[in-house]
Every structure is written in structure tokens, then in C-alpha cells.
């Protein structure tokens, strides 16, 4: 099911080359991840890798997941690809402690390769354990001016009609402590619904100034 679903996605890229860059993905635990990943080495056709940690079944509290984890980064990185990560996992107390260990043993697997993190860390929306796990990002970027320079964020569904204007004040402190500059825009869509009306409201709140805005749209 994973090589035919690859196969398709990598199969738009090739027959839309001006439209689609393709990510293929992997389950980073399951025997056949790093196999995966060599199947695609060279293909002009996949820019990238994403890896979703909650479907997946990640715990980053396991050294056993955490290393297999860590392997897929170096072998992506290998292949030039960007990584994309869905680093929220199931853990109903997911937060600083499972960044601190995907800082320690993941991400300096990635070398130079540039990363992105899901949804500003989070799964969608603005919650304690979103602004706890993205803190520990913060406090990285404030112990090493030279962190993080490949590092970016996306702000997938973490701004929505129901963001609470005490949730969007904190992700906006956030994004100042890390830098507006490692944020980009992201939709999520189809899940955003009309990306005409998802922007105009997802991408206005007034607890950033246009200007960082403009960054981050950029």
C-alpha cells in the first residue's frame, strides 16, 4: 500500500512537472522505511519526505523509535530532500519534553537539509500542549543564534475561527521569539475549506503586525 501510494504521488510530479513537487512518505518505524527512502534516491521527480508521527505511532519517549527515527532523517538528508514532519504524537502530555528529545537525537541527523515542522508543532488550532511544544523550539533558537538557520515552521490550520484571542497572542509571542522569517504559510487544504476565505481570516490576526506577516507570506 505505501509503494503503490508513493507510486501514485510521484506519478502526478512527473505528468505535472510545472504544478507538483513530490514528498513521498514513509512509516519511519516499519522494516521497509529506510528502503523506501533508497527506492527514490535520484528521482528528480520527489523534492522531499513527509513523516507524520501520530499516524504513524511514534513515541518519542522510545530510544528504540526515537533511533529508527533518527536513521530515516540521515538517509533523507541524503538524498537531498526536505523533510517535513508531523512531530505532534499521540501522547495525551505531548509537549517540551518529546521536542527536547526530537532536538537531542533527531533533527542534527538532518544536517543541512532543510526541515519543516507541521503546523507549528502542533496537530491544527492553538493548545497548551501546542504552545509547550513549540516553547521548547523558542528556547532552542534563544540558546544558539546559529540554530535552526534550515529550520522553518508552517502555520497550517493553527489560526482559525476558533482560535481564542488569548491562544493567538501567545503563537504570535512565539513566532517573535523564533523569528517570523522561520514561518511560512500552509493550508492544510482540503481540510481549510475555500482557500480565498481561509487566508483572509488565517492570515489576518492582528496579534502579528502586516509587515511579519509579509514575512512569513514570503
Not at 519543516?116 to 513549540?134: E, N, P, Q, S, Y
Amino acid at each position: 500500500m505505501l509503494r503503490d501510494a508513493n507510486d501514485f504521488t510521484v506519478g502526478l510530479a512527473r505528468q505535472y512537472p510545472d504544478r507538483f513537487a513530490a514528498f513521498v512518505s514513509v512509516n519511519p518505524t516499519a522494516p521497509d522505511a529506510l528502503g523506501e527512502i533508497a527506492r527514490w534516491k535520484g528521482d528528480r521527480a520527489v523534492t522531499g519526505l513527509k513523516l507524520h508521527l501520530t499516524n504513524s505511532g511514534v513515541d518519542l519517549r522510545d530510544p528504540v523509535q526515537v533511533a529508527k527515527l533518527a536513521a530515516v532523517f540521515r538517509a533523507a538528508a541524503a538524498n537531498g530532500w526536505t523533510i517535513m514532519i508531523h512531530v505532534r504524537t499521540g501522547a495525551a502530555d505531548y509537549g517540551a519534553r518529546d521536542v527536547r528529545v526530537f532536538l537531542d537525537k533527531v533533527l542534527p541527523e538532518a544536517g543541512d537539509a532543510p526541515v519543516v515542522i507541521a503546523h507549528a508543532a502542533g496537530w491544527g488550532g492553538i493548545d497548551a500542549v501546542t504552545l509547550d511544544a513549540l516553547g521548547a523550539f523558542a528556547d532552542a533558537f534563544a540558546r544558539d543564534p546559529k540554530f535552526g538557520r534550515n529550520l522553518r515552521f508552517d502555520l497550517a490550520q493553527v489560526f482559525t475561527s476558533k482560535t481564542t484571542p488569548e491562544g493567538r497572542t501567545a503563537m504570535a509571542g512565539l513566532i517573535r521569539r523564533i523569528g517570523p522569517q522561520h514561518f511560512i504559510a500552509g493550508s492544510d487544504w482540503p481540510f481549510a475549506g475555500g482557500l480565498k476565505t481561509y487566508f483572509a481570516t488565517a492570515y489576518a490576526t492582528p496579534e502579528l503586525t502586516p509587515a511579519e506577516w509579509a514575512m512569513i507570506g514570503r
